[in-house]
Structure formats: C-alpha cells, structure tokens
C-alpha cells in the first residue's frame, strides 16, 4: 500500500495486482513478509493437525517446481497471528511479472494484514 512511511521505485510494480513486472531479463532478488490474522477464532478443541501456511513468489502465476520461490510453515496451534517470509532469487524476461501466493490449507479464513511487503531488486543482467 502506498501510506507514510512505504516506497517503492520504477515502474515495475502495480499496486492494484500485486504484481511485479520485470522492465529488463536479469536476476532478481524477491522478498515478501506477510502478517497473517485468522478472520475466525478456532473453536475450544479444533486441531491445528496438518494445518499449514505456504508462501510462494511465482513468475507469471505458474508456481511450477524450480521456477518459484517457497517457504512452507505449520501454524501454531496457540495463536491467531502468524508471521511468515520467503526471499530468493528468480531470473525474469523483460515483460515477465511475478507476484505472491497463499496456499492455506487451515480451517479457517486468514487475511493478509497491513505492514505485510513484497520487494523485488534487479541484481544483474
């Protein structure tokens, strides 16, 4: 979001899709931290079992193997506030976009909350 305080630079991000698109081929550092809150409390007794949070960075929304970046966390079963990050590198043609993906397979809803980013720097041609 654009509020005091955030930045971003070039003109390779969209803030309305989220994405990042590439303005030369080169490799690419990635980062995103996301603060996760579940939208519903758990009910007294429901499990957390197999409940995991993953993250992925993906180019052109195709988070096939090798071509994506990933960090996959087990969420806690004492909490309803999650931090999770992933960083890497990706190589991208020019006009190639990347953007950031949940897979939530807990059983309740989550949303991204603010102060949550998405960066991407241009390392090299």
């Known amino acids: 979001p654009e ?4 930045f971003h630079r070039g003109p390779g991000l969209n ?3 989220g994405q990042y698109t590439a303005p030369m081929a080169g490799y690419y550092t ?9 939208r519903e ?4 007794g429901q499990g957390c079992r197999g ?3 993953r993250v992925l960075i993906c180019v052109q929304s195709r988070c096939q193997h090798n071509s994506n970046l990933e960090t996959v966390s087990r969420l806690e ?9 992933v960083t890497g590198t990706l190589y991208l043609q020019a006009g190639q976009y990347a953007s950031v ?5 807990a059983g309740s809803p989550l949303t991204v909350q603010s102060g949550s980013d998405f960066s991407a720097i241009l390392l090299g041609v």
């Open 3 to 6: 509020s005091e305080g955030m």
């Open 15 to 17: 803030l309305t899709s």
């Open 30 to 38: 990635f980062s995103s931290t996301l603060h996760i809150v579940r």
């Open 41 to 44: 409390p758990r009910r007294k």
């Open 51 to 53: 409940s995991r949070l």
């Open 77 to 85: 079963s004492g909490g309803d506030r999650f931090t999770i990050s």
């Open 101 to 105: 993906f949940v897979d939530n397979t």
